[in-house]
C-alpha cells in the first residue's frame, strides 16, 4: 500500500533543487526527479545510488570538453 493510500506524508530524507528521495512508512523509497517519481524497494534504491555514482565518476574523469 502506498503512502498516499495510507495517509501518511513520507519522511524526506534528502532533496536538492533537481531531486528528492523520501521514505514511506511501508519503507519504499520515493526518488522523485523534475515531474518523474519512481517508488522501490530499499535495495533496489542502493543499487541505483552505486550505479549513479559510478557514473558520476567516469563523467568527472573524463576531460571538461565531452561534458556537452
Avoid: I, W
Avoid at 519522511?11 to 519512481?38: I, N
Wanted: charged share 20%.
Amino acid at each position: 500500500m502506498s503512502c498516499h493510500a495510507r495517509k501518511s506524508a513520507p519522511e524526506v530524507l534528502a532533496h536538492s533543487p533537481c531531486a528528492q528521495v523520501s521514505r514511506c512508512a511501508d519503507g519504499h523509497l520515493h526518488v522523485s526527479v523534475g515531474p518523474v517519481t519512481v517508488r522501490m524497494e530499499p535495495g533496489v534504491f542502493r543499487a541505483l545510488a552505486l550505479t549513479l555514482t559510478s557514473a558520476a565518476a567516469r563523467l568527472d574523469a573524463e576531460p571538461a570538453e565531452r561534458h556537452h
